[in-house]
């Protein structure tokens, strides 16, 4: 999300124009991408709170993450080296990892083994997903009133029969918050990080909190993961429309929370934020291998105390999966380079000089 030095890795030293505030703000979401993922393992009938606190989180991370996603992409135009370092740095993983996750899927869970790209598997949706929202990035700039069109196109999405190859419901139902990422400048973020913004932030979630409580076990996940119409969610098509513009509108307030109560220094987690790929794509394995050795049933057995383990593990294993050792290992998967025979001659020669590594695009485009 800023350029680094040639010989840099992900997770370098960060470079003056980068902000604590961003940073520390994509740790946080990765993180609690990572606890989701994680509830949603164990949450049963009789444990209405953590349900609670599940419809919470899923409110705001994933709309907040496509947000910053929008926000890293302004400079996008399109130009040849901007393409090809999308090719490594979004394209190119989620091959690789949407291929991994299929073997995953028949070895842990027996289903067939069949690689289908057009077909995201898990998590890898937001890869597919994030190189579609980049594409049109110069199409948001050309037309007026670009968030009112996505909207429009969101709300249309959830009533129209769309096929889920490339995870295209989720592309265009999540597609506003990154369009409004695109619209930000600083001195927006600027407006959330007041004493007063942070001091209304916490009644916000209380309230949202207390809200997810009394509707529970609603709205299901379906409405939340914004993949499915209004036939499958089984309601008219007024009442969706109804409901999709309240989401909407509690997410503004959640998302804008969140935002506020970040912190804007730098801390421990300002440098893990810088390198939020590595845990995003490589926790699902983990979680899944959890699962098939019957992790979760245990932490269900526990009650409470089992599911505060299992928080606190998630979380550390999203620090872990930071870690530089750990990157070491897994950079050929993470951050694949383009073949050089892809590469025209004369910009390959060059690059080292002129043109910033696949990481540090990958930090402008992917938040998180």
């Known amino acids: 999300m800023t350029s680094s030095t040639p010989h840099s890795g992900p997770g370098s030293p960060r470079t003056p124009d980068r902000s604590p505030f961003l940073d520390n703000a994509k740790f946080l979401l990765i993180a609690l991408v990572a606890l989701g993922h994680s509830w949603e393992q164990v949450i049963t009938p009789h444990t209405p709170v953590l349900r609670a606190v599940h419809n919470l989180v899923y409110g705001f991370h994933m709309p907040a993450f496509i947000l910053l996603c929008g926000y890293f992409s302004r400079s996008f135009t399109g130009r040849p080296d901007q393409i090809r370092r999308l090719l490594t740095g979004v394209l190119l993983p989620y091959l690789i990892f949407e291929t991994i996750y299929s073997f995953v899927y028949h070895w842990l869970r027996g289903t067939e083994l069949a ?24 199409i948001w700039k050309a037309v007026r009133y670009p968030l009112p069109l996505s909207i429009v196109i969101s709300l249309a999405a959830g009533t129209t029969l769309i096929s889920g190859d490339l995870a295209l419901p989720r592309v265009l139902m999540f597609l506003p918050w990154f369009v409004l990422g695109l619209r930000l400048r600083p001195e927006h973020f600027a407006k959330l990080r007041t004493r007063t913004a942070r001091l209304i932030a916490v009644p916000v979630f209380a309230g949202v909190f207390a809200l997810a409580y009394w509707l529970s076990p609603y709205p299901s996940d379906d409405w939340l993961s914004s993949d499915a119409d209004n036939t499958v969610l089984n309601v008219s098509l007024v009442q969706y429309l109804l409901i999709r513009l309240a989401l909407f509108a509690v997410t503004a307030l959640l998302v804008a929370s969140f935002l506020a109560l970040v912190p804007g220094r730098r801390t421990w987690l300002t440098g893990l934020g810088a390198v939020t790929l590595y845990p995003y794509l490589l926790h699902g394995i983990l979680l899944r291998v959890a699962e098939y050795y019957g992790a979760f049933r245990v932490v269900r057995e526990a009650g409470i105390p089992g599911v505060l383990v299992l928080s606190a593990t998630a979380v550390g294993v999203v620090v872990l999966l930071s870690t530089p050792p750990v990157r070491a290992v897994m950079r050929p998967l993470v951050e694949p380079r383009l073949p050089k025979w892809l590469v025209p001659r004369a910009e390959a020669v060059s690059a080292p000089a002129t043109v910033p590594t696949a990481a540090a695009e990958r930090e402008k485009t992917l938040a998180g």
């Open 115 to 138: 690689i289908t790209p057009t077909s995201p598997t898990y998590l890898c949706w937001f890869l597919i997903a994030l190189f579609l929202w980049r594409l049109t990035t110069p």
